[in-house]
Nanobody, 116 residues
Framework: QVHLVESGGGLVQAGTSLRLSCAASGSIFSINAMGWYRQPPGSQRKLVAHISTGGITNYADSVKGRFAISRDNAKNTLYLQMNSLKPEDTAVYYC??????????WGQGTQVTVSS
C-alpha cells in the first residue's frame, strides 16, 4: 500500500508561482508512473501532468509551458512547479501513482486558489 500526501497549495495572485509536493511512503517499489490531476469546483477531475518511471513527461494543453512535473526518487517525492498562474488554475490538486495491474493510489488533495 502506498500513502501519498500533497502539500504546497494556497491562495496566490494571478501571475505568481507555486510548487506542489507529493510525498510517497509505504510500498514505494510498486510505483510506476505518477501524475498530478486537478478538479475545479463543479467539474470533473482531469490530468494536469504525468511523468513515467523513465522521466518522460506530458501535459494538458492548458498548462504546457507554464507547469513542470518532476520526481525525486531518492526523496520519494513528486513535484509540480506552477508558473504564471491563472484564475482558471483554481482547483483541488491531487497526486496519483500508477501500479501494476491498473491499480492507482491517490492523495487527499491540496487546494490551489488563484485570485485575479
Amino acid at each position: 500500500q502506498v500513502h501519498l500526501v500533497e502539500s504546497g497549495g494556497g491562495l496566490v495572485q494571478a501571475g505568481t508561482s507555486l510548487r506542489l509536493s507529493c510525498a510517497a511512503s509505504g510500498s514505494i517499489f510498486s510505483i510506476n508512473a505518477m501524475g498530478w490531476y486537478r478538479q475545479p469546483p463543479g467539474s470533473q477531475r482531469k490530468l494536469v501532468a504525468h511523468i513515467s518511471t523513465g522521466g518522460i513527461t506530458n501535459y494538458a494543453d492548458s498548462v504546457k509551458g507554464r507547469f513542470a512535473i518532476s520526481r525525486d526518487n531518492a526523496k520519494n517525492t513528486l513535484y509540480l512547479q506552477m508558473n504564471s498562474l491563472k484564475p482558471e488554475d483554481t482547483a483541488v490538486y491531487y497526486c496519483e501513482a500508477d501500479h501494476d495491474y491498473g491499480l492507482e493510489s491517490w492523495g487527499q488533495g491540496t487546494q490551489v486558489t488563484v485570485s485575479s
